[in-house]
């Protein structure tokens, strides 16, 4: 069964760092761009960073331009997104996103010349003094 499964999600103060894993199991993450996106309460979900098939090319929102790291280890099945100086404005559910090869789905969304179409199930993070 293909999954994605999210962790390192946590409640930081401001300034804090976190660092977020998504963990590929059942196919391989080598042919795919992967990405991630966030959703805050009430707030329509956002794409945060993504990162190509190859690692080469990576992307990310104006948000968090600067202060988050997307890396991809294939060898081991993972992508991570390094946070750094978090806002609470980066309050939200993240989630790891495995781009779609075949025609659009309920789940497609179109972000960075991608379509993203599988979700794992998302991550907390809540950035409070």
């Known amino acids: 069964q293909p999954q994605l499964v999210e962790s390192g999600g946590d409640l930081v103060h401001p300034g804090g760092s976190l660092r977020l894993t998504c963990a590929a199991s059942?196919?391989?993450?080598?042919?795919?761009?992967l990405a991630w996106f966030r959703q805050a309460p009430g707030k329509e979900r956002e794409g945060v960073s993504l990162?190509?098939?190859?690692?080469?090319?990576?992307y990310y929102s104006e948000a968090v331009k600067g202060r988050f790291t997307i890396s991809r280890d294939d060898a081991s099945n993972m992508v991570y997104l390094q946070m750094n100086n978090l806002k609470p404005e980066d309050t939200a559910t993240y989630y790891c996103v495995l781009e779609n090869h075949g025609p659009p789905s309920p789940s497609s969304t179109l972000w960075g010349g991608h379509d993203f179409s599988f979700w794992g199930r998302g991550t907390q993070i809540t950035v409070s003094s």
């Open positions: 990162i190509s098939r190859s690692g080469d090319t990576t």
């Open positions: 059942g196919f391989r993450i080598v042919e795919y761009a």
